[in-house]
């Protein structure tokens, strides 16, 4: 599948009659087509272009660290971690994230189970926690193979784990969405929960990496 | 027997692991596929959205990106609903294709001209 | 028929491959697992996206063994695959 997408700079400006900026083309059947509904459906009245406004400032609004937060909560406090692998909606409240229409189920990265999060048959993802979901996580490709082969696709991420480890995936099926808490890297005792919230990537909190190391 | 969509467990490529910000396009089409759903609206519902990718056929799904994807959906679903008419859009379609190819903001990939109306 | 089952009972999946919209993945159909946890009871899928409605569904989340999902799996024998299935496509294996 082409993923014809590229970095827009100028995001944001929301307004269609802008001059042409780079990379800001318009380049297949489907792209005029979206143009072309949300001009209608405004006019119409079906929605406003402040509203469509609003919702992409949303999106730009959630990003990963509030995830992050939730983790490095978790690494300190183990009642607040238990709390969340116990109830997550709950505990994630907690923190200032509600969850709107999700029933979040964390999981946590142990020495002996590392957990990875799919949705083969769509794209469900904790957006509320980590933002728009990264394109290779939409992807055909990452939805058919890690189910099959995760070892071989974390290591397309650089991840290697050993025999010893259980991977265990998480297809993302049905009304539950899944938040991994990674490891607390070795070598991070006594940093401030803001500081170890910079080691927690988006993508160690899918389960495709592991957290960074600091000084890393 | 398996839908486009159903593609656990199927070969495919390496994954590609770079993040790819979203463009502006495809923020916008997140943003309209949601409020068309919303409370205020309830044009579409997410049973119902993934129910139209799905119905999207394979040569469609397997060749369209994942916003385009939605955007077919999104359209298919507004006709049946009555909220749009197909000769409204391609008449849409066809003003929209003038004014960006004015100022040129369109690049067509191959094969997109001969499906614009 | 309304399926009731606990943590840790074995379970198949049903090998059917019926129209619509279908929350059961084809390559989990007639696998076997174990039960690991009951989520409680949600609205259909299958009839949501007609915006048809009926009785709820139980939402179990099913652990099986990577080793008996795929005849060539590569990585480790311990390997698992949790996935979460509505009560009607499980049977008592």
């Known amino acids: 599948m082409n993923e014809h997408v590229h970095a827009d700079p100028h995001a944001g400006h929301g307004h269609d009659h802008a001059p042409p900026q780079p990379d800001d083309k318009v380049h297949s059947y489907y792209q005029v087509l979206g143009i072309a509904l949300k001009e209608l459906l405004i006019e119409k009245g079906v929605v406003t272009a402040d509203e469509v406004r609003e919702a992409i400032e949303r999106r730009d609004s959630i990003t990963p660290a509030r995830g992050a937060r939730i983790v490095a909560r978790a690494w300190v406090d183990y009642d607040y971690k238990a709390r969340l692998l116990a109830d997550g909606n709950a505990a994630v409240a907690e923190m200032g994230c509600p969850m709107d229409n999700t029933n979040l189920v964390v999981v946590e990265n142990t020495e002996r189970v590392h957990n990875v999060i799919v949705c083969t048959l769509c794209s469900c993802y904790p957006r509320e926690l980590l933002g728009l979901p990264p394109s290779w996580y939409k992807s055909r490709a990452y939805r058919a193979r890690v189910v099959r082969e995760p070892r071989a696709v974390l290591g397309e991420f650089g991840t290697a784990l050993g025999d010893g480890m259980e991977v265990r995936v998480h297809d993302s099926t049905a009304d539950m969405r899944y938040f991994v808490i990674p490891r607390r890297p070795p070598g991070t005792e006594g940093l401030s929960e803001e500081r170890l919230a910079e080691l927690v990537t988006r993508d160690s909190m899918i389960g495709v990496t592991e957290a960074k190391a600091p000084g890393g | ?117 | ?93």
């Open chain 3, 1 to 93: 028929m309304s399926n009731v089952f606990a943590p840790g009972d074995r379970v198949r999946v049903r090998e059917d491959f019926p129209p619509g919209h279908i929350r059961t993945p084809v390559y989990i159909r007639g696998k076997t697992g174990t039960v690991t946890r009951r989520f409680g009871t949600f609205e259909n899928p299958e009839l949501l996206a007609y915006r048809l409605e009926g009785p709820r569904k139980t939402l179990y989340e099913v652990r099986f063994r990577q080793a008996e999902l795929w005849p060539d799996y590569a990585g480790a024998g311990d390997d698992t695959l949790d996935i979460d299935l509505y009560d009607h496509w499980l049977e008592k294996a």
């Open chain 2, 1 to 117: 027997m398996r839908g486009p969509h159903d593609v656990g467990g199927t070969p495919d490529r390496p994954v590609d692991p770079l993040p790819h910000d979203l463009t502006f396009w495809e923020k916008q089409i997140d943003a309209l596929h949601a409020l068309i759903g919303d409370d205020k609206r309830r044009i579409s519902t997410r049973d119902e959205n993934r129910r139209y990718v799905e119905s999207l056929g394979h040569d469609v799904y397997n060749t369209l990106t994942y916003y385009e994807r939605w955007t077919a959906a999104m359209c298919r679903h507004l006709i049946e609903k009555g909220v749009l008419t197909q000769d409204e859009i391609d008449a849409k379609v066809g003003e929209v294709r003038r004014r960006l190819a004015e100022s040129g903001e369109l690049e067509l990939r191959a094969g997109e001209a001969e499906k614009l109306p």
